[in-house]
T-cell receptor
Framework: AQSVTQLDSQVPVFEEAPVELRCNYS??????LFWYVQYPNQGLQLLLK??????LVKGINGFEAEFNKSQTSFHLRKPSVHISDTAEYFC????????????FGSGTRLLVRP | SQTIHQWPATLVQPVGSPLSLECTVE??????LYWYRQAAGRGLQLLFY??????ISSEVPQNLSASRPQDRQFILSSKKLLLSDSGFYLC??????????????FGQGTRLTVV
């Protein structure tokens, strides 16, 4: 079975500073990788996804993530955060075989301070 | 375009009462459908998923059940709610078959408080 670990439950950062949200996964087969954002009392919105090809993936709102197969990681980064980036961020994986399950990490709350 | 509707947005129910949360998808056929629960301070736990009408897979033993009476309708139910059933429930859909690399699309969620 696959699993997703987000080591940081909360990441405080000042506005305009860079940020990295960490995600590690475990799976016996290759996986597709996703990052979602959740604003308070709302559903999840896709930020970006890694399917194949270039290991650096660019998403919406200036976010990007890098797939590292040897380290089984998919860390999310943004060079300069805004107050509006304050939200919960979830990493997720789906197996490349016939599984339809999308498994999420426990989430990281990004708190951007002025 | 595809849309997903989930209701109600908030719900307060007494312990021991029944539950029915409904989710419908528009603009697509034969979607995969999912129910997730998000407890306070915790991540998203997959409760049920369905790849077709009447086909339900349960991920964890619990006080809840799910049904898919129509292709684009997914219902989460309980006969008797427990305090531990409180949480934020999210319905989601994704494309069935073919491109397994597609993401899931989420509804706006239902905040359930069991008192």
């Amino acid at each position: 079975a696959q699993s997703v670990t987000q080591l940081d439950s909360q990441v405080p950062v000042f506005e305009e500073a860079p940020v990295e949200l960490r995600c590690n996964y475990s799976s016996s087969v290759s996986v597709y990788l996703f990052w979602y954002v959740q604003y308070p009392n709302q559903g999840l919105q896709l930020l970006l996804k890694y399917l194949s090809g270039s290991t650096l993936v660019k998403g919406i709102n200036g976010f990007e993530a890098e797939f590292n197969k040897s380290q089984t990681s998919f860390h999310l980064r943004k060079p300069s955060v805004h107050i509006s980036d304050t939200a919960e961020y979830f990493c997720a994986v789906r197996r490349m075989d016939s599984s339809y399950k999308l498994i999420f990490g426990s989430g990281t709350r990004l708190l951007v301070r002025p | 375009s595809q849309t997903i509707h989930q209701w109600p947005a908030t719900l307060v129910q007494p312990v021991g009462s029944p539950l029915s949360l409904e989710c419908t998808v528009e603009g697509t056929s034969n979607p995969n459908l999912y129910w997730y629960r998000q407890a306070a301070g915790r991540g998203l736990q997959l409760l049920f998923y369905s790849v077709g009408i009447g086909q339900i897979s349960s991920e964890v033993p619990q006080n809840l059940s799910a049904s898919r009476p129509q292709d684009r309708q997914f219902i989460l139910s309980s006969k008797k709610l427990l305090l531990s059933d409180s949480g934020f429930y999210l319905c989601a859909w994704s494309v069935l078959g073919g491109n397994l690399n597609t993401e899931a699309f989420f509804g706006q969620g239902t905040r359930l408080t069991v008192v």
